[in-house]
């Protein structure tokens, strides 16, 4: 049958119609002996898939390599989702001896504020920084995120490097066809810190494989699963006690700084970028360097 969709229940009253008598149990068996089960929609028909997808991967992967046999410095960055901070629903279960009781709905205006976290990953030393902002995520969030991630742990790492890799998807704050996001690394990293930034995008749709996913923002979201974040204070605290049995170590920081949408950059600050587009895939591949 086309274009309907019935219930073993409302299958079994069909068949009832027609004088033959079976219960909703019965359907379901006879389904199952049939090879029908309950299914549900698979995400697997790739869209407005790059031509170049796979050797961007490979680029990527070459990158990190010579990288990391350099000794400098790569990382993964990406803003995770809006948190409502409240007494909100949070995703997931916990053993407890009662449920916790939460807002039967998730109003903005029940909320004492938002919590966006941008996402710092480390893949060689398997560490995490989190910036916790109040604002918007804008590509001036994102830049000062990794400024933040080099003044008080990159350096550390990796003392005085004179080249950082970032890992990026394409879209959002830190999106590839963004001058904003460009201008803004220029003046909060490469200026600030002497340091030049090669940095890679992921191709459209391929977010899941940018290392912060599934080593740090997935472990975030086991760490606090059904627990409401009701103050920022919270927040933090399950972010920095996210670990794994790999080790993951994750430091979390809030930034208390607005940072206002829809704002362009100076037309001044664009023209004088030391950018250098890479030779392979020059929309997602590119360097900038400090104007000293």
Known sequence: ?????????????????IDIPVSANTVARLLHQMDFSLRVNRKQI???SSPYRD?????????????????FPIISGDSKKRELIGNFKNAGAKWDRSPVLVND???RSDASGIGISYGIYDPPNNRGTVCVGISHDTAAFAAHSIATWWKREGIRCYGGAPKLLVLADS????????WAW??????QVCNRFGIAATIAHYPTGASKWNPIEHRLFSEISKNWA???LNSYEKMLKFIRTTSTQTGLVVTAYLDRSEYPTGLKPDPRLISSLRLTHGKLLPRWNYTIRPNL
């Open 1 to 17: 049958m086309k274009w309907t969709r019935k219930t073993t229940e409302k299958i079994a009253e069909v068949l009832q119609q």
């Open 55 to 71: 050797q961007q991967f490979q680029h990527i992967c070459a990158l990190r390599t010579r990288f990391q046999r350099q000794g």
């Open 182 to 187: 460009k201008t803004e690394i220029q003046a």
């Open 105 to 107: 709905h998730d109003f």
């Open 46 to 48: 790739a869209t407005n």
């Open 226 to 228: 059904a627990e409401p």
């Open 171 to 178: 879209g959002g704050s830190n999106g590839c066809t963004s």
